[in-house]
């Protein structure tokens, strides 16, 4: 039985191995190809298709912002599938939509937005996926491009609804939430409140 054990563990070593290796391989390739899109102008031109739903989904962004442009370039590189290209792009919008953020400890609709985008995850190409199948060994990798562009769409489009409905409901609205920090702040703590119980004890003992 630890011989078995043994020989499992190496073969599934060495297979992990072999799918991380065929995994780095294709994401190489694809960023490559992402690249030269880049330089091609591709992206920028989905970017500019893009643009007026942009507008439309962050209607609180200023036209001339910078937030805008990463807003723009990072769903055009989930449009296209590349994740980690887009990753970069996610965390500058974000941090140029906190300079908009009047009230810093609480998300505005439009970080909301973006983080809903970004959870659906609608590409037209999953390049992730399809990389693992091909270092898996699946004959044919390809074939589930339609269903994942299928649920994609159909979860993208539920995220910016269901983003946009929650937003105007008053309990999820900023109104509640900083009202809802105020209570906690002039709250007392129960734990402060124990700490003074027990100094009280402490002195009666004295």
Request: proline share 6%; charged share 15%; net charge neutral.
């Amino acid at each position: 039985t630890l011989q078995a054990m043994t020989d499992a563990a190496f073969d599934y070593a060495r297979k992990g191995f072999d799918i991380a290796l065929g995994l780095v391989a294709a994401m190489v390739l694809f960023l490559g190809l992402m690249k030269v899109g880049e330089d091609a102008g591709i992206v920028q031109l989905v970017a500019r298709l893009f643009h007026p739903i942009i507008r439309r989904l962050f209607p609180e962004v200023p036209k001339d912002h910078p937030a805008n442009g990463a807003i723009l370039m990072n769903i055009a590189t989930s449009v296209l599938g590349l994740g980690n290209a887009a990753t970069p792009f996610g965390i500058k919008a974000m941090k140029e939509l906190q300079r908009l953020n009047p009230h810093p400890e609480i998300a505005t609709d439009s970080q909301v937005m973006l983080l809903a985008y970004n959870t659906a995850g609608l590409a037209l190409l999953p390049t992730t996926l399809l990389a693992v199948r091909k270092a898996a060994g699946c004959s044919d990798p390809f074939e589930i491009i339609g269903p994942c562009i299928l649920t994609g769409a159909v979860s993208t489009v539920m995220a910016i609804i269901l983003a946009r409905g929650l937003a105007k409901m008053r309990v999820f609205s900023v109104a509640a939430a900083l009202a809802e920090d105020s209570d906690r702040v002039k709250s007392p703590s129960p734990v402060s409140t124990d700490a003074v119980e027990s100094a009280g004890n402490h002195e009666g003992r004295a």
